[in-house]
Nanobody
């Protein structure tokens, strides 16, 4: 079974920094995009950042200039460094990977369980 496990969430003061990690384990043939989504209180899940198979990053407007995504392709791991954090960044952050189990199957989205990030003084 494919499993995504996030870590690094917690409580941080406004203006602070935090780094999230996500590792994919289990049998998977390949992963294309890998990144992060978040869901704040009373809100729907929204895109935050991801990195393509070719190493090209993409960011939501709300986090541009403050968040940085990196990816270790050999280890199937993705990181999200969050700086200059704001209270509105408070959310459950979910790791996402688009992968396929074999070269003849379609790509599907795989999700982690989520990790809580709370920005508060």
């Amino acid at each position: 079974q494919v499993q995504l496990v996030e870590s690094g969430g917690g409580l941080v003061q406004p203006g602070g920094s935090l780094r999230l990690s996500c590792v994919v384990s289990g049998t998977i043939f390949s992963i294309s995009n890998m990144g992060w989504y978040r869901q704040g209180p009373g809100s729907q899940r929204a895109f935050v950042a991801d990195m393509s198979y070719g190493g090209n990053p993409a960011y939501a407007d709300a986090v541009k200039g403050r968040f940085t995504i990196t990816r270790d392709f050999a280890k199937n791991t993705v990181y999200l460094r969050m700086s200059l954090l704001k209270p509105e960044d408070t959310a459950v952050y979910f790791c996402n990977a688009r992968g396929r189990m074999s070269p003849t199957t379609d790509f599907n989205d795989f999700w982690g369980q989520g990790t809580q990030v709370t920005v508060s003084s």
